[in-house]
C-alpha cells in the first residue's frame, strides 16, 4: 500500500462547526431523482439514505448514464469530521485477459470493448446501496429504494436528455430485446414526457431492499445474470458475482489556501489530477495575470497531469501508483519547471501518448443534509447506455466499463484516453476511472461538486473548484463556460463563450491550437453550505436544463 504524499498531511482535524445549515440542499442530473432525495430526508434519512435513494432512482430515470449494471464512487463527509470513499467501481470478469480486445492483427477491435456483453465489467453499484445504507444511513435499505420502485412501477416521465442519448444508441441498443422492450415501445425512441414503466427493475431493487446484497450476487438472480450475460457472447462466471465487493478507501486530502478538499483517490484518476494541478498551479500568481495568461499556464499544467495519468494510473490493489510522488510538490516544481509562460509545450515533446472524443455518459449528484452530512456521487455505465445489452428480467442496462481499461497501450478508448501497462487488463482488476467526485471543506463554505464528461470530468471538476475558491456562487460556478486539453490531441477545447477571439489569439501566438467545440459538455451538479449565515444552495447545470438543484430552505423547488 503507497503512502499518500506528504502534501497530504498538511491537513488538520475537521472542525465540526457547530452551526448547521438551515436547510439541506441536493442537486443531481434529473428532478424525478432529486425529489427521490428529498422524500427520504423528509422521512428521516440523512445525507447518506438520500444518496442511496438518488443512486437508486437515477438507474431507474437515467438508464442512458448510470444503474444497477454500473459503478460509481461515493464520497462521504459526516458532520463529524470523518469521511470515507467508497469505491463501486466495476471489475474485470475473471475470465479477461490483457488482449481480449486485440484482434488477430494485433489491432484493437474497439467495436467489441464497447458494444456487446464482452464489453461489460462486474457491477458496482448494487454493493454500494447495500454498504452506505448499512453504514452510513439512518433509514432501511427497502425504505431509501422504496421512491426508485414506485418509478419504476408507475412509470417515470422520459426526459429530453433519456431523448438526446437514445439517439445516439437507438441503433445498437434495438439489438438487445428486453431493452427495446422498455425503451424503444413499438419499435421506436419515446416521445419526451412518455411515462415509461419498468416493472423487472423494481423487483430487483424490492429484491436488494429486503436480501441485500445476496440478491444480486449469488443464488438465482447471479445464475440468470451470468446466463443472459453468456448467451449473448460475454465471459462473466458465477464466481465474478460472488466475489464482488466494494472497496472502501480513504479519500484523498489536500489543502488549499486555508480550505480542506477531499477527492477521489485510486482507481479514479481525477483526485490525485487535482492535487498535481493545484501543486503545479500554486508557484504561479495566477491573480495578477490577464485571462490568456491564466488560461495558458492552466492549460500546461493540465497537459502534463493527463499525461502522468496515462503513464502511472491503475487499480491500487493491482499496481503500484506512485502517488507519494505525483502529490508531492518537488515533482510539481519540476514539472513547472518545463513550463514558458511565453509558449506552449507540444505535447509530442512529453512522453507519452493519444486522441478524440466521442459521446459519454455518466452522472453526478451532490447532497448536502440539515446535519451538515456531505455526500459527493458519480456514477456510470461508462457510454450512454452502456454496451447496448439487457438481460431479460432485469431491467438495467449492462456497463461497458471494460473499455475504460488499456485495451492495448497507446490506443485511445472513446475518450481518446490512452494508458500504459499501469490501466492494462487483468482478471478481477478494476479499470482506471475519470470519476471525480469532491467536496470542499472551508471555514466559510462547504460545497459538493462533480460531473459527468469522460476525460473532461476532471477539468470540470478543477475548474468548478477554482470558481468555488473564488467566491463563486453554485449557479455561475456550473454556468461557466469550460476549457480543456487533455495531452493528446494536443489542442485547447473551448465552449463557446469560454475566450474571446483576442484571447484565442494569444493562445494561439503561443503556439497553441484552439479547437471550439461543437456542443458544449458536462453537467455539473454543485452544492454550497455558506456557514455565516447557514444558507444553502444547490445548481445544476444548464447545459441540461438544471432540471435537478433544489433545497428544502426554499420549499424544494427545482430550477
Ligand atoms: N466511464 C467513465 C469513467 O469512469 O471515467
Known sequence: MMRLGWLLVLVWPLVAAAQKPDGAAIASANKQATAAGMEILAAGGNAFDAAVAISAALSVVEPESSGLGGGGFFLLHRNDGSATFIDAREKAPLAASRDMYLKADGTA??????????????????????????????????ESLRPAVALAQKGFLWSEKNAAMMGWRAEKLAASSPARKIFLPGGKPPAVGARIRNPDIARVLQALGKDGHKSFYTGRFAQQLVDGVRAAGGIWTIEDLNQYRVVERQPLRFAYRDQEILTSPPPSSGGIALVALFNILAGYDLATMERAGQVHLMVEAMRRVYRDRAVYLGDPDFVDVPLEMLSSPFYAAGLRASIRTDKATPSTMLPGVTVASETTDTTHFSIIDADGNIAAVTQTVNLPYGNAVMVAGTGFMLNNEMDDFSVKPGVPNAFGLIGDDANAIEPGKRPLSSMTPTILIGKDRVAALGAPGGSRIITQVFLGLTSILAGSTATEVVTQPRFHHQFEPDQISIEPGALSEVEQAELIARGSKVAPAERPWGNMQVVIWNRVDGSVEAASDPRWKNVGAGSTSEGSIYR
Open 109 to 142: 477491435d474497439r467495436d467489441k470493448s464497447v458494444n456487446g456483453a464482452l464489453a461489460a465489467a462486474i457491477p458496482g453499484l448494487p454493493a454500494a446501496l447495500v454498504v452506505v445504507s448499512k453504514k452510513y444511513g439512518r433509514l432501511p435499505l427497502s
